[in-house]
């Protein structure tokens, strides 16, 4: 087990946004959480890697109980984020904000590879290293927030909302991107998302999430043809 959270919970002042939640990953699954916006989503994937406090639960990863580490221990761990909306810095170049994602790690083979890695398979991100991030595209921009998290060669990424505010034709590219990294790759991924036909399409597993408890879970293919479901969260 990669990555097993129990009965998590999570509050912002007297709002409970999360209650007694348990969910698990193996290595090399892509299981994806969806839920109508406020389901408490996002609040899951903050607590996993230490964004926010958690008020009950435990968070496991790699068998190792992190649950009162602060979040560089966890990213340091293996854990990265790609949060909602790639919130870049827009003065930063390309490359510069490429390389937060490796603050701290000396300049070595390994991670120039990395980067190479990473500009092969987003080439407009070494075509565009220089310029400001604030130049890039709105589907630039999420390339860039997934390459920054994948620079340091996580074990597990979390991945919140990445389709919001792009266009069809880019939340295509993106989904098939994430599915081509977990297939080809092996990497393990924790995806957060409204857009619930898009996540289960890609996703081994899923959980459903509704006022911040979880009411459905199972194979994907599985929640993807049940009838109740579709007509509570997939609008059918």
Same mark, same amino acid.
């Given at each position: 087990?990669?990555?097993? #959270?129990?009965?998590? +919970? ?5 709002? &409970?946004?999360?209650?007694? =939640? ?8 892509? =299981? ?18 230490? @964004? ?15 649950? +009162? ?29 490429? @390389? ?14 990395? #980067? ?11 075509? !565009? &290293?220089?310029?400001?991030? +604030? ?26 909302? *990445?389709? @919001?505010?792009? @266009?069809? !034709? ?12 977990? &297939? ?12 619930? #036909?898009?996540?289960?399409? *890609? ?16 194979? +994907? ?8 479901? !579709? ?6």
């Amino acid at each position: 087990m990669l990555l097993e #959270v129990r009965d998590l +919970a999570v509050s912002y002042g007297d709002i &409970r946004a999360v209650s007694g =939640v348990s969910l698990e990953l193996d290595r090399g699954e892509l =299981v994806s959480i969806i839920g109508a916006n406020g389901a408490g989503k996002t609040s899951i994937l903050s607590g996993i890697i230490g @964004m926010v406090p958690t008020l009950g639960g435990t968070i496991r990863f790699k068998g190792e109980d992190i649950t +009162a580490l602060p979040s560089y221990r966890r990213a340091r761990g293996g854990i990265r984020l790609v949060p909602e909306r790639a919130r870049l810095f827009p003065r930063l170049t390309v490359h510069e904000n490429l @390389m937060t994602g490796a603050y701290g790690r000396p300049r070595s083979a390994e991670l120039d590879a990395r #980067v190479r890695w990473l500009h092969e398979l987003f080439p407009i991100l070494g075509e !565009k &290293r220089r310029q400001p991030a +604030a130049t890039l595209s709105g589907g630039q921009q999420q390339q860039l927030a997934i390459a920054r998290a994948l620079v340091s060669a996580p074990e597990l990424l979390l991945v919140d909302e *990445i389709s @919001m505010g792009l @266009m069809p !034709k880019l939340v295509d590219q993106v989904f098939a991107l994430l599915s081509d990294l977990n &297939r080809r790759q092996g990497l393990t991924i924790l995806l957060v998302e409204q857009n619930a #036909v898009a996540a289960l399409a *890609i996703s081994h597993r899923a959980y459903v999430l509704e006022t911040g408890r979880c009411v459905f879970q199972g194979k +994907a293919e599985e929640l993807a043809g049940d009838s109740k479901l !579709k007509a509570a969260y997939l609008g059918e």
